[in-house]
């Protein structure tokens, strides 16, 4: 069996296309190493990204007032939030090589990250993780 | 971020800030840190004249890509000044008791040291996408390489980090 390995960053990042996504989630139904991967990548990504946020030395620019956070289009949290959850599953998983039920995947994923059919998803934006 | 250029004041009030810390993530110490940004301030001063407009942040983040570039060939050494004590600050909505204070900030003085261990192209990439919270596209335009690189690179690097952190556990 072939490993997915970056493919399982850009998926955390939620960069990642339908087909990419879809190919992913298959994948780590079956695959325990790829699982373990994820939960690794996610580690490192979480470490990284816990860092404090360092104010500048006094003086270094004219000024610096604090400004509202960087905004990103909501299908980038929400793919962020479906990763999230699977990185949960393949967590609950990852020490049983019994191959995932993908109605209990599907079930968990909805409940976590849906997304209101009935909403414009692209009209509403999120603040990211990231400074301003 | 609109079009429109801005003064290198507001550029500084902006953006300041998070050059700043993209530069002590990548140097890990607070002298070249300024320096860089400094650089950076200085080159954006220079280069507003002349700046079609386009992608903002893109060209920032290629100004501040080439400033640390040139400072590195400049030095011909890899940065491994240590973090002075106490230098981090956490967000004052945050109140961990000591000892958690305490934990927290050795735990973040590994991960900058495990950065800090890192190949250069792969720490930039990484502290681009998980410090700054640049998108692949924008980290593809200002290290001017194909997003396939800076996927790679980002992988590859958050992969080290892990390894390294996890032997910093074990010892």
Known sequence: MSHLDELLSVYLDGEITPWESERVEGHLRDCLRCRRTLIDLNSARTAIRSLPTLEMPIGLVPDTQVRPARRRTVWMGAAAAVAAAVIALAAAVASSPEPLNLNDVSRQLGARASLDSGAAPFKVVLPTGGLE | ?171
């Open chain 2, 1 to 171: 971020m609109a079009d429109t250029p801005l003064s290198w004041e507001e550029v500084a009030r902006v953006h300041g800030r998070k050059i700043y810390n993209f530069a002590y993530r990548l140097c890990g110490n607070p002298d070249d840190a300024a320096d860089l940004v400094q650089e950076v301030l200085l080159r954006v001063r220079r280069g507003l004249s002349s700046y079609q407009p386009g992608s903002f942040d893109g060209w920032l983040w290629r100004i501040t890509h080439n400033a640390f570039i040139d400072e590195m060939r400049r030095r011909q050494r890899r940065p491994t000044a240590p973090l002075p004590e106490s230098y981090d600050r956490w967000d004052a909505q945050s109140s961990p008791g000591a000892d958690e204070q305490l934990a927290a900030m050795r735990l973040g003085e590994e991960i900058q040291e495990a950065l800090l261990e890192l190949p250069y192209e792969f720490r930039e990439a990484v502290v681009m996408c998980d410090v700054v919270g640049l998108s692949y596209e924008e980290i593809a335009q200002a290290v001017a390489a194909p997003v396939g690189t800076v996927r790679s690179r980002i992988h590859r690097g958050r992969k080290m980090l892990r390894s390294s952190l996890a032997q910093e556990e074990v010892g």
